[in-house]
């Protein structure tokens, strides 16, 4: 696909919004400006979004895209239709336009949202660490948004800090969710997911396949704890908040027992059934993970299903298998038999239709059981994050290059800017002389008489100063020779002047001129620099991805196929969560699941 303008194209082309925008508001909004008054886009990994305010006052957000994403309208015009028949409070009203935005003569696509006033969800916990109620009233009124999801059976897709806003009018919080490029609707079933999710918020086992309406129960979860947690005991942020979490970080859903957050959390009385059911979750299938809202009814444990399978997994090691490896080889080889036996008698197209029809069955059921196993879609989801950050780090890339040529160009144009300058000062001289001669004196000439000094006032050329001759060009009902001799005149004038009329610019000008491409250079210079950083932040977490790869065992398909036929063991890995002890503070209605002796004895919906 081609590359998309950098955040600098597009805030070049926000300077003039008549021309760079499709939509009538846009048009006629202002962009917000940075020192320079230039506009100042608000610039994430995959889209820079700039604020622009109408002419009444009223303010969006225009977000621009930074790389092109397969069937992104599709998907908008989905979600839109959706929220347009169920209209939900946390969300906010948008637009996609296909070719909202031009630049450089090209035509990209645009997102114009309402613009949410309000505090990012990590920031406003950070403001309220002395105000332990505010924080459990705002993870209540998360519970509230998150059930409200739930109902309708509609995901966000990525839920984190950046993407929650809150605002606090009155002392009633309110929470808005804004970024809709991975949201599920039940339009899109059977789809992929454009994204993964950020890596501390998201289930350690999301890929681009899981994409329902479960998507954001992990999440979900992950906040509620992290806020109740953070309202029960503050000093937590300050040993685990690094800016882009809240509290929990990816490590701690990879491995939960070895991670300190999880131990001391499950030592907070007030939170530790829902730190349990949180490292319960780390460990089961994403869409096993249960409702927050049945998490805070007391059904800690996620589906029976996920708490069996995850138990029977930390226990079995290789030697316990599943009942698909058990009787995967004794199926083929009955069924080999079976085909061989039935050419034997000469029905081979029986036999052969046994054995074609059972390998393709065989081969599609083989490959779905391998994509569900917890080391495979690990692996695929940290493939998925370092591909992201490799696109993240293009893109970046792609920026630096193009501020740098913005700056070898700002750097050369200081003579050009310099003739634009003086041709400005110029004007402003014949302007501030010539505003004096009212277009009546025009009648000394001969040949000018009153009709024609009438339609020039009709034509609001009532000055020697706009009496210009593309101006009375456009003069209805005069003679050529009119114009001529009108002509004639401002040219008079304009001699009479044009002493007074600089040639070279004030060295106050030429200052001036200096400090503002100085200006235009160093916030350039400002601005390559926080984007190298950004690239060396990109770099070192794609490497920590890959590092984690690294340590991560490999489990191909044709290994697997090996150890289904006896021939070769899975690597090793702990995917259960330990059977929790129970504590004295629960209650006797709190009961644990319980866990089948075996898979044999388990129903059929229990077993793996």
């Known amino acids: 696909m081609p590359d998309y303008p950098t955040p600098s194209d597009y805030q070049e082309a926000v300077q003039m919004p008549g021309s760079a925008f499709r939509d009538p508001e846009l048009q006629a909004a202002t962009p917000r400006t940075n020192v320079l008054g230039l506009p100042q886009p608000i610039t994430g990994a995959f889209a820079a979004v700039f604020p622009m305010t109408t002419e009444p006052g009223k303010t969006y957000a225009a977000k621009c895209f930074l790389k092109a994403r397969p069937q992104q309208q599709t998907r908008y015009e989905a979600v839109s239709a959706h929220l347009d028949e169920e209209a939900l409070d946390a969300l906010v009203g ?22 949410v006033d309000g505090t990012v969800l990590n920031r406003f916990v950070e403001n309220h660490l002395d105000a332990p109620d505010t924080l459990a009233r705002l993870a209540e009124t998360w519970a509230d948004v998150m059930a409200n999801l739930e109902e309708q059976e509609i995901a966000h897709g990525d839920l984190q800090h950046g993407n929650i806003l809150v605002q606090n009018e009155d002392d009633a919080l309110q929470l808005r969710l804004v970024d809709y490029d991975t949201m599920y609707v039940p339009a899109l079933e059977g789809w992929k997911s454009a994204e993964v999710g950020h890596r501390n918020y998201q289930h350690p086992d999301r890929t681009d396949a899981d994409f329902g309406p479960s998507l954001d129960r992990f999440p979900g979860l992950v906040l509620y704890t992290a806020l109740r947690a953070t309202a029960v005991r503050p000093s937590l942020w300050e040993r685990y908040d690094n800016g882009e979490n809240v509290l929990f970080r990816d490590a701690d859903f990879y491995d939960p027992d070895a991670s300190p957050l999880f131990d001391e959390l499950a030592a907070i009385e007030e939170v530790a059934d829902l730190v349990e059911a949180l490292r319960t979750a780390c460990y089961v299938e994403l869409a096993d993970v249960p409702p927050l809202a049945d998490v805070r009814a007391g059904r800690l444990d996620p589906a029976e299903v996920s708490v069996s399978r995850a138990r029977r997994q930390q226990n079995r090691r290789n030697e316990a298998r599943r009942p698909f490896a058990r009787f995967f080889l004794p199926v083929v080889l009955g069924g080999g038999l079976l085909a061989a036996g039935l050419a034997t008698a000469g029905a081979l197209l029986v036999a052969g239709a046994l054995v074609g029809g059972g390998g393709v069955v065989g ?15 690990r692996r695929r989801r940290l493939e998925q994050e370092a591909a992201r950050f490799t696109e993240a780090i293009h893109g970046l890339e792609r920026e630096v290059e193009s501020l740098e040529e913005k700056r070898t160009e700002l750097l050369d144009s200081i003579d050009e800017r310099r003739a634009e300058r003086l041709a400005e000062v110029q004007d402003e001289v014949l302007r501030d002389h010539l505003k004096h001669h009212f277009i009546g004196e025009v009648r000394e000439v001969e040949g ?65 001129l200096r400090r503002y491409i100085d200006h235009r250079v160093e916030d350039v210079d400002e601005t390559i620099s926080r984007t190298k950083e950004k ?27 090996l150890y289904l036929v006896r021939l070769a063991s899975l690597p090793e890995q702990n995917e259960g969560p330990p059977t929790p002890a129970p504590r004295p503070s629960e209650s006797s209605e709190s009961k644990p699941i319980p866990e089948p002796a075996s898979a044999d004895d388990a129903e059929w919906w229990q077993r793996g």
């Open 448 to 512: 000018i008489i009153h009709k024609h000094v009438v339609r020039l006032k009709a034509a609001n050329v009532r000055t020697a100063y706009e009496a210009t001759p593309e101006a009375v060009e456009k003069v209805r009902r005069i003679s050529d020779e009119a114009r001529a001799r009108i002509n004639m005149w401002r040219a008079a004038l304009v001699r009479k002047y044009e002493e007074e009329v600089p040639e070279k610019l004030s060295p106050a000008e030429e200052r001036r």
């Open 363 to 377: 081969a599609v059921w083989t490959g779905r059981r391998y994509r569900r196993l917890s080391l495979v879609r």
């Open 94 to 115: 948008f637009d996609y336009q296909p070719e909202g935005i031009r630049v450089d003569g090209a035509d990209y696509p645009l997102l114009k949202m309402e613009w």
């Open 535 to 561: 690239i060396q932040v990109q770099m070192a977490e794609r490497e920590r991805v890959q590092d984690r790869l690294d340590d991560m065992p490999e489990l191909s398909f044709g290994h697997y196929l």
